[in-house]
């Protein structure tokens, strides 16, 4: 069945040459994304205009040949349809209406409630399962509940998601209660979009690394296990993404108790530890500096070099640490990529 190297490597095999996707490939490096852009009017509208959403995830593959494509959209969608405002401020990032009392919490929509509001998203997935090369799999996303909710909080992005840690040692109950709805509303939110052509799906932990001992089990593990168990049972044989940012050591065993087909490496763990401590357990994808793409040359060549051969040895999936940033150079992107095949 599974014929896309992707799936393969999903899947558990150890293939020649690992398949290459990256994290932000439709951003703002690439000029083509900063034109369409500028005619859909500005981020969000993009997101939810799905005949250019499904552009802009279409140019890094129509320029790189890469082996996946991921949805474009964002993982604030999700609170601003269960009725948070929402808007970015350009060179600042984005800012959402905060919760943190339970009257705030008590005005969100449940979680089924989310799916007028996102039905572009799970049209933008619809053309591209029509418009991508039969080789290119296609990857749906969310935000895991606890990166969520760290936004939903704080009402922005934070350096130590301070707001988030607060609330959770000031009222308890309400911080369980919002993450638990974030829960609901992301696998309903997954569900459909696997509905509508994703074939893998990935939960981005962004800010898993500041939960200190029983809280990254209790609000990074518990909740993607709960996810991916819930999609696998709507979805049999459903390959499911696991991003945990930040673990460090902790990556070690995750793929068991989270029950995830990949866990996904920042750059914080070198690939020679990940292949003797987290790849025995199944794929890894992972997990290049994003900075090489910015400075390029023979140290982006000889990087790369060493992740594909530490990690030669079973499934992996090449990829970034993080997002590519904008200041990265497109060429350098081609040098990664012609690197990784070069077998
Ligand atoms: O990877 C992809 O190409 C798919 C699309 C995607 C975007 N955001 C598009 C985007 C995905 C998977 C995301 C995930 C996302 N969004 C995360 C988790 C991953 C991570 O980076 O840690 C988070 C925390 C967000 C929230 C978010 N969206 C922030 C904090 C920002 C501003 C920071 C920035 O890079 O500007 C965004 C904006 C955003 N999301 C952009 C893109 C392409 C840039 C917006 C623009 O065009 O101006």
Same mark, same amino acid.
């Given at each position: 069945m599974a014929e896309k190297k992707l799936l393969r490597a999903l899947a558990g095999e150890t293939l020649p040459t690992p398949p290459i996707w990256m994290m932000r490939?439709?951003?703002?490096?690439l000029p083509e994304y900063r034109a369409t852009r500028a005619e859909a009017g500005d981020f969000l509208s993009l997101c939810y205009n799905s005949e250019l959403a499904a552009e802009v995830t279409l140019q890094p593959i129509r320029r790189y040949g890469f082996d996946a494509a991921i949805l474009f959209a964002d993982i604030l969608l999700v609170p601003q349809a269960l009725g948070a405002d929402l808007w970015f401020v350009t060179g600042e990032g984005p800012r959402l209406s905060t919760i943190t009392d339970q009257a705030g919490f008590d005005a969100l929509k449940p979680a089924d409630a989310i799916h007028d509001h996102l039905a572009p998203v799970y049209e933008t997935l619809r053309i591209l399962t029509r418009e991508l090369p039969s080789e290119t799999a296609l990857i749906g996303f969310a935000g895991a509940p606890w990166t969520v909710a760290t936004y939903m909080i704080a009402g922005r992005g934070t350096p130590d998601q301070g707001p988030a840690h607060a609330l959770k040692a000031e009222n308890r109950p309400l911080f369980e209660a919002l993450l638990e709805r974030i829960t609901e509303a992301t696998i309903t939110y997954l569900s459909e979009q696997v509905k509508a052509g994703a074939e893998t799906v990935k939960i981005f *932990?962004?800010?898993?690394?500041?939960?200190q001992g029983e809280d990254f089990q209790k609000y990074a593990v518990e909740p993607a296990r709960r996810i991916t168990a819930a999609l696998k049972e709507l979805h049999p044989g459903l390959p499911v993404i696991a991003f945990p940012r930040g673990a460090g050591e902790r990556y070690e065993g995750l793929h068991k108790v989270i029950g995830a087909d990949c866990i996904a490496l920042d750059d914080g763990v070198t690939a020679e530890w990940a292949a003797k401590h987290v790849q025995p357990d199944g794929c890894v994808q992972g997990n290049l500096k994003s900075s090489h793409m910015v400075t390029g040359g023979q140290a982006l060549v000889d990087e790369t070099r060493r992740i594909v051969k530490a990690l030669s040895g079973g499934p992996h999936i090449f990829n970034l640490g993080h997002g590519i940033t904008p200041?990265? *150079?497109?060429e350098n992107v081609q040098l990664m990529i012609d690197t990784v095949r070069e077998g």
């Open positions: 490939q439709a951003g703002r490096y *932990d962004s800010w898993a690394g500041s939960l200041d990265a *150079d497109p």
